[in-house]
Protein backbone atom coordinates (compact mmCIF):
# COMPACT_ATOMS: atom_id res chain seq x y z
CA UNK A 1 0.00 0.00 0.00
CA UNK A 2 2.81 2.31 1.03
CA UNK A 3 4.93 1.66 -2.08
CA UNK A 4 1.67 1.90 -4.34
CA UNK A 5 0.95 5.46 -2.95
CA UNK A 6 4.47 6.52 -4.44
CA UNK A 7 4.00 4.60 -8.13
CA UNK A 8 2.01 6.64 -11.34
CA UNK A 9 -1.02 5.28 -11.53
CA UNK A 10 -0.37 3.08 -14.36
CA UNK A 11 2.46 1.12 -12.70
CA UNK A 12 0.50 -0.06 -9.45
CA UNK A 13 -0.88 -3.17 -11.28
CA UNK A 14 2.35 -3.88 -13.49
CA UNK A 15 3.94 -7.22 -13.95
CA UNK A 16 6.13 -8.51 -12.41
CA UNK A 17 5.42 -5.86 -9.48
CA UNK A 18 8.10 -3.79 -7.87
CA UNK A 19 8.89 -2.39 -4.30
CA UNK A 20 9.32 1.40 -5.90
CA UNK A 21 8.63 1.66 -9.77
CA UNK A 22 9.66 5.58 -11.17
CA UNK A 23 8.60 7.22 -7.46
CA UNK A 24 6.42 10.09 -7.21
CA UNK A 25 4.06 12.37 -4.93
CA UNK A 26 1.73 12.51 -6.82
CA UNK A 27 -0.64 10.55 -5.19
CA UNK A 28 -0.65 12.81 -2.16
CA UNK A 29 -0.61 15.98 -4.28
CA UNK A 30 -4.01 15.24 -6.00
CA UNK A 31 -5.83 13.73 -2.89
CA UNK A 32 -7.44 17.34 -2.53
CA UNK A 33 -8.65 17.60 -6.36
CA UNK A 34 -9.58 13.71 -6.47
CA UNK A 35 -11.27 13.26 -3.21
CA UNK A 36 -12.31 16.90 -2.13
CA UNK A 37 -13.88 15.47 0.88
CA UNK A 38 -11.04 13.68 2.29
CA UNK A 39 -9.16 16.31 4.38
CA UNK A 40 -12.49 17.23 6.32
CA UNK A 41 -13.14 13.65 6.79
CA UNK A 42 -9.83 13.40 8.05
CA UNK A 43 -10.21 15.82 10.71
CA UNK A 44 -13.24 14.43 11.46
CA UNK A 45 -11.65 11.30 12.22
CA UNK A 46 -9.07 13.07 14.78
CA UNK A 47 -12.04 14.83 16.63
CA UNK A 48 -14.41 11.60 17.39
CA UNK A 49 -10.85 9.84 18.05
CA UNK A 50 -10.11 12.28 20.60
CA UNK A 51 -13.14 12.70 22.01
CA UNK A 52 -14.14 8.82 22.63
CA UNK A 53 -10.89 8.47 24.01
CA UNK A 54 -11.27 11.35 26.26
CA UNK A 55 -14.84 10.30 27.07
CA UNK A 56 -13.87 6.71 27.59
CA UNK A 57 -11.30 6.91 29.99
CA UNK A 58 -13.17 9.46 32.53
CA UNK A 59 -15.81 6.66 32.76
CA UNK A 60 -13.37 3.73 33.11
CA UNK A 61 -10.89 4.91 35.44
CA UNK A 62 -13.83 6.01 37.52
CA UNK A 63 -15.46 2.54 37.43
CA UNK A 64 -12.11 1.07 37.62
CA UNK A 65 -11.90 2.60 41.26
CA UNK A 66 -15.25 1.63 42.45
CA UNK A 67 -15.03 -2.11 41.33
CA UNK A 68 -11.34 -1.89 42.69
CA UNK A 69 -12.19 -0.48 45.94
CA UNK A 70 -15.48 -0.20 47.02
CA UNK A 71 -16.40 -4.53 46.61
CA UNK A 72 -19.75 -3.77 46.89
CA UNK A 73 -22.10 -7.11 46.37
CA UNK A 74 -24.35 -4.91 44.47
CA UNK A 75 -21.54 -3.80 42.26
CA UNK A 76 -21.62 -7.18 40.48
CA UNK A 77 -24.67 -6.27 38.89
CA UNK A 78 -23.12 -3.19 36.80
CA UNK A 79 -19.69 -5.57 36.59
CA UNK A 80 -22.21 -8.49 34.71
CA UNK A 81 -23.70 -5.86 32.41
CA UNK A 82 -20.33 -4.32 31.17
CA UNK A 83 -19.39 -7.94 30.28
CA UNK A 84 -22.63 -8.53 29.13
CA UNK A 85 -22.67 -5.59 26.60
CA UNK A 86 -19.66 -7.09 25.04
CA UNK A 87 -21.37 -9.76 23.66
CA UNK A 88 -23.31 -7.70 21.11
CA UNK A 89 -21.63 -6.54 17.70
CA UNK A 90 -22.13 -3.26 17.31
CA UNK A 91 -24.74 -3.46 14.39
CA UNK A 92 -27.19 -4.47 17.05
CA UNK A 93 -27.87 -1.31 18.32
CA UNK A 94 -27.70 0.94 14.92
CA UNK A 95 -31.49 0.07 14.31
CA UNK A 96 -32.39 1.24 17.35
CA UNK A 97 -30.73 3.94 18.38
CA UNK A 98 -31.41 5.71 14.69
CA UNK A 99 -34.80 7.33 15.05
CA UNK A 100 -33.18 8.07 18.79
CA UNK A 101 -31.06 10.19 17.26
CA UNK A 102 -33.16 11.04 13.94
CA UNK A 103 -35.24 12.36 16.75
CA UNK A 104 -32.63 14.64 18.54
CA UNK A 105 -31.06 16.28 15.86
CA UNK A 106 -27.98 14.28 15.79
CA UNK A 107 -27.93 12.42 12.14
CA UNK A 108 -25.00 13.75 10.38
CA UNK A 109 -23.33 14.94 13.67
CA UNK A 110 -20.11 13.74 15.38
CA UNK A 111 -21.93 13.31 18.88
CA UNK A 112 -23.63 9.67 17.75
CA UNK A 113 -20.36 8.48 16.79
CA UNK A 114 -18.45 9.71 20.23
CA UNK A 115 -21.44 8.28 22.06
CA UNK A 116 -21.60 4.78 20.48
CA UNK A 117 -17.55 4.21 20.18
CA UNK A 118 -17.18 5.18 23.94
CA UNK A 119 -20.23 2.91 25.09
CA UNK A 120 -18.79 -0.08 23.35
CA UNK A 121 -14.77 0.76 24.41
CA UNK A 122 -15.91 1.53 28.21
CA UNK A 123 -15.96 -1.89 29.61
CA UNK A 124 -12.92 -3.16 28.04
CA UNK A 125 -11.25 -0.48 28.90
CA UNK A 126 -12.77 -0.50 32.65
CA UNK A 127 -11.59 -4.44 32.90
CA UNK A 128 -8.29 -3.49 32.04
CA UNK A 129 -7.85 -0.33 34.28
CA UNK A 130 -9.54 -2.58 37.73
CA UNK A 131 -6.58 -5.60 36.80
CA UNK A 132 -3.80 -2.75 37.13
CA UNK A 133 -6.02 -0.63 40.37
CA UNK A 134 -5.93 -4.21 41.77
CA UNK A 135 -2.45 -4.29 42.52
CA UNK A 136 -1.93 -1.03 43.92
CA UNK A 137 -1.62 -1.22 47.48
CA UNK A 138 -4.71 0.24 49.03
CA UNK A 139 -2.64 0.94 51.70
CA UNK A 140 -1.10 3.87 50.42
CA UNK A 141 -4.73 5.23 50.00
CA UNK A 142 -5.15 4.86 53.11
CA UNK A 143 -1.92 6.52 54.39
CA UNK A 144 -2.75 9.73 52.36
CA UNK A 145 -6.72 9.40 54.14
CA UNK A 146 -5.01 9.73 57.37
CA UNK A 147 -3.08 12.41 56.50
CA UNK A 148 -6.11 13.86 55.72
CA UNK A 149 -6.65 13.75 51.65
CA UNK A 150 -10.59 12.06 50.81
CA UNK A 151 -11.00 9.29 49.31
CA UNK A 152 -11.28 10.03 45.66
CA UNK A 153 -8.42 12.94 46.40
CA UNK A 154 -6.02 9.52 47.48
CA UNK A 155 -7.08 8.14 44.18
CA UNK A 156 -6.47 10.97 42.26
CA UNK A 157 -2.83 12.15 44.09
CA UNK A 158 -1.25 8.43 44.89
CA UNK A 159 -3.38 6.03 42.55
CA UNK A 160 -3.72 7.73 39.26
CA UNK A 161 -0.11 8.71 38.63
CA UNK A 162 0.75 4.97 39.39
CA UNK A 163 -1.79 4.52 36.66
CA UNK A 164 -0.02 6.01 33.74
CA UNK A 165 1.45 3.46 31.85
CA UNK A 166 -1.99 1.22 32.09
CA UNK A 167 -3.81 4.34 30.87
CA UNK A 168 -1.44 4.91 28.00
CA UNK A 169 -1.98 1.28 26.61
CA UNK A 170 -5.65 1.49 27.01
CA UNK A 171 -5.57 4.90 25.31
CA UNK A 172 -3.85 3.66 22.81
CA UNK A 173 -6.31 0.75 22.03
CA UNK A 174 -9.26 2.83 22.49
CA UNK A 175 -8.14 5.34 19.90
CA UNK A 176 -7.17 2.84 17.55
CA UNK A 177 -10.87 1.23 17.76
CA UNK A 178 -12.17 4.45 17.36
CA UNK A 179 -9.94 5.24 14.66
CA UNK A 180 -10.97 2.33 12.47
CA UNK A 181 -14.70 2.42 13.08
CA UNK A 182 -16.47 2.38 10.08
CA UNK A 183 -20.29 0.95 10.97
CA UNK A 184 -21.79 4.25 12.96
CA UNK A 185 -20.15 7.07 10.53
CA UNK A 186 -21.78 4.72 7.95
CA UNK A 187 -25.04 4.69 9.15
CA UNK A 188 -24.91 7.98 11.61
CA UNK A 189 -23.52 10.67 9.26
CA UNK A 190 -24.26 11.16 5.18
CA UNK A 191 -22.00 14.10 3.98
CA UNK A 192 -20.52 16.99 7.29
CA UNK A 193 -19.35 14.49 9.17
CA UNK A 194 -18.19 11.27 7.82
CA UNK A 195 -14.91 10.20 9.04
CA UNK A 196 -12.09 9.28 6.80
CA UNK A 197 -13.21 5.57 6.22
CA UNK A 198 -15.90 5.88 4.74
CA UNK A 199 -14.65 8.51 2.09
CA UNK A 200 -12.11 5.50 1.24
CA UNK A 201 -14.59 3.34 0.55
CA UNK A 202 -16.73 5.36 -1.33
CA UNK A 203 -13.90 6.06 -3.55
CA UNK A 204 -13.08 2.24 -4.13
CA UNK A 205 -16.53 1.88 -5.29
CA UNK A 206 -16.89 5.00 -8.03
CA UNK A 207 -18.77 3.94 -10.79
CA UNK A 208 -16.47 6.36 -12.92
CA UNK A 209 -13.28 4.28 -12.39
CA UNK A 210 -11.25 3.85 -9.20
CA UNK A 211 -7.98 6.44 -8.70
CA UNK A 212 -6.17 3.61 -7.04
CA UNK A 213 -3.07 5.98 -6.68
CA UNK A 214 -5.15 8.43 -4.46
CA UNK A 215 -6.66 5.49 -2.78
CA UNK A 216 -2.92 4.14 -1.90
CA UNK A 217 -1.89 7.84 -0.81
CA UNK A 218 -5.22 8.33 0.99
CA UNK A 219 -5.01 5.16 2.84
CA UNK A 220 -1.14 5.48 4.18
CA UNK A 221 -1.93 8.91 5.17
CA UNK A 222 -4.74 8.11 7.31
CA UNK A 223 -2.31 5.21 8.82
CA UNK A 224 0.42 7.79 9.73
CA UNK A 225 -1.20 9.55 13.23
CA UNK A 226 -2.06 5.83 15.08
CA UNK A 227 1.72 4.82 13.85
CA UNK A 228 2.82 7.95 15.20
CA UNK A 229 0.75 7.39 18.45
CA UNK A 230 2.04 3.84 19.21
CA UNK A 231 5.84 4.61 18.29
CA UNK A 232 4.93 7.51 21.14
CA UNK A 233 3.50 5.57 23.48
CA UNK A 234 5.67 2.23 22.82
CA UNK A 235 7.40 2.66 26.46
CA UNK A 236 4.41 2.68 28.27
CA UNK A 237 2.96 -0.67 26.42
CA UNK A 238 6.58 -2.01 27.05
CA UNK A 239 5.55 -1.49 30.48
CA UNK A 240 2.47 -2.48 30.68
CA UNK A 241 3.23 -5.68 29.28
CA UNK A 242 6.07 -5.95 31.32
CA UNK A 243 4.22 -6.10 34.68
CA UNK A 244 1.92 -8.48 33.43
CA UNK A 245 4.88 -10.76 33.24
CA UNK A 246 6.02 -9.77 36.02
CA UNK A 247 2.34 -10.56 37.53
CA UNK A 248 2.20 -14.04 35.66
Request: one cysteine or more; aromatic letters at 10%; proline letters at 7%.
Amino acid sequence: MISSSFKPGGLIWSYPPRLIAEPTVANYQNIANLFPRFWGSFFNSVIVTILTTLLTLVMAIASAFVFSRLRQPWLKVPAFLMIFIRMFPSIIVVIPLYPVFNELGWLDTITPLVLCSAAFAVSMATLLIKTFVDDIPIDLEEAAMIDGCSRVGAFTRITLPLLTPAIAAVSLVVAIGSWNEYLFPLVFTSNDARTAPVIIAIAMSNEDGVAWGGIMAMATAYLAPPLILVLMLHKQITNVMTMGAVKG
